[in-house]
């Protein structure tokens, strides 16, 4: 509208803020995108696109390994330089940050820098500066949380593990989420000395069962120390600058870092929400409806913030749905049901769809099949390492109510299995289908045998 100084205002540059804004400018609206930090958010810069990169160069120590004692490569002795890794990734990082910057050019949303509050339902500030908008999209994200307890503040985070000067030989890893599993396969991988913490009985809640013993079994095998009901009491530096914690079952352990990774916060703190009127839940979440609209009409929020499912690739669909909402005139309300997930770890886990418990919760006669053997690859290199695959059906109905993998490329695996769940895949069709020979991934069409029924 032309009272406003913009049509919309986005706050915050990460995946969802970016998507929206971008995409709303192409139509033609008049867009504004602030940012403190850096674009492309967390994902961009301290999540998913470093923390692959490296996941890639802690795999080739095993690989240089199963080459030389499988595949006839003599190979020498490896060595890996964390100084040359870390310039190497910062160097990518600042090239997608750079593309994240043509992308919002190209598109016509011009880019404000500084830390952005919400003044009213229709007003938004940057410093010294006002700004008028017709719709504002908090897209601000989420913040790693570290609970008190003391020398707190000798721990760090994902947020400052990625910066490292040096790589540390012996980290504590406290957490039982994607991060702390991902990061004790990359350290462990690199040739740290790891010991996982998790304070319940066992690790990755809300994942399958069998995903989560499967791959508990397999971290143990690659030497990390995992420890389950177990916690973090008090950490103190010592006099040679090591790190001492003291456990909840009495014991100590020394550590050059230890690394809290026991969850985020929405990242809602002083942007002047509440005292506009935006409800926020109690972790700090702005609450919002099947459209993404807060208590405010006016103001929207998408991804980590809303903390609804704390996927980027989330956080694009419902950048998505709500520009379709505003300025297409179709009310559009993201799904969050059948969302396909990995955790790269090593081996990394791929899932989509209900788990067993799930399965079992809403009534229906569930059939389990499962498979469980040693890739083709380990054949010759006598590793030790088992793939894990798991099929839940609807007897009723035959569907495919889920799929979950433990083993290597779970991740690429499940994502094209993915959309037949989404078409609503049956068992029968499964079976119907020709695998390809000799894969792991023709196991998902071979499982005849059920294991486990209601």
């Not at 803020?17 to 602030?34: H, Y």
Request: a negative charge; aromatic letters at 8%; one cysteine or more.
């Amino acid at each position: 509208m032309a009272g406003y100084d913009y049509d919309f205002f986005v706050i915050g540059a990460g995946s969802g803020g970016v998507r929206a804004a971008r995409v709303a400018a192409a139509m033609g609206r008049r867009v504004a995108v602030a940012e403190d930090r850096y674009l492309g958010g967390t994902c961009v810069n301290v999540g998913c696109i470093p923390k692959k990169l490296l996941v890639y160069a802690s795999h080739f120590a095993e690989d240089f390994e199963d080459a030389e004692k499988g595949y006839g490569w003599t190979v020498g002795t490896p060595s890996f330089d964390w100084t040359t890794f870390v310039a190497r990734k910062d160097a990518e990082i600042e090239r997608l940050n750079g593309v994240y910057d043509g992308l919002l050019e190209k598109a016509g949303a011009e880019q404000i820098w500084g830390r952005a509050t919400v003044a009213g339902p229709h007003e938004v500030r940057v410093g010294d500066r006002s700004f008028t908008a017709e719709h504002i999209l908090v897209a601000t994200g989420g913040w790693p949380d570290v609970p008190e307890f003391p020398g707190r503040e000798l721990a760090i985070t994902s947020n400052e593990i990625f910066h490292l000067k040096e790589k540390p030989e012996r980290i504590l890893i406290v957490g039982g989420g994607y991060i702390a599993v991902e990061f004790a396969g990359i350290l462990n991988g690199l040739g740290s000395q790891v010991t996982q913490l998790y304070r319940g009985p066992l690790f990755l809640r809300g994942f399958d069962d069998d995903v989560r013993q499967a791959l508990a079994e397999e971290i143990r095998k690659k030497g990390v120390d995992l420890r389950f009901d177990t916690n973090l009491t008090a950490l103190e530096r010592s006099s040679d600058g090591s790190l001492r914690a003291t456990l909840t079952d009495g014991s100590q352990a020394v550590a050059d870092q230890v690394l809290f990774a026991t969850g985020r916060r929405p990242n809602s703190a002083n942007l002047g929400l509440e005292e506009v009127g935006v409800e926020l839940a109690p972790n700090g979440a702005i609450v919002v409806d099947e459209y993404s609209r807060s208590s405010v009409p006016s103001i929207h929020a998408v991804g980590d913030v809303t903390d609804r499912m704390a996927l980027t690739p989330v956080a694009l669909h419902e950048a998505m749905c709500l520009v379709k909402t505003l300025f297409e005139g179709v009310p559009t309300a993201p799904v969050h049901e059948g969302v396909p997930a990995a955790v790269f770890s090593q081996p990394p886990v791929g899932t989509v769809g209900l788990t067993e418990a799930q399965a079992r919760e809403s009534g229906a006669e569930v059939v389990i099949y499962r498979s469980r053997f040693r890739a083709l690859k380990h054949t010759l290199t006598g590793g030790e390492e088992s793939t894990m695959m798991k099929l839940v059906v609807d007897r009723a109905s035959d569907r495919v109510l889920g799929l979950h993998m433990v083993g290597p490329d779970a991740g690429e695996m499940v994502q094209g299995f993915a959309v037949a769940l989404k078409c609503g895949a049956t068992k029968a069709q499964f079976d119907a289908t020709v695998g390809i020979h000799p894969t792991s991934a023709e196991e998902w069409v071979t499982m005849r045998e059920p294991v486990g029924t209601d």
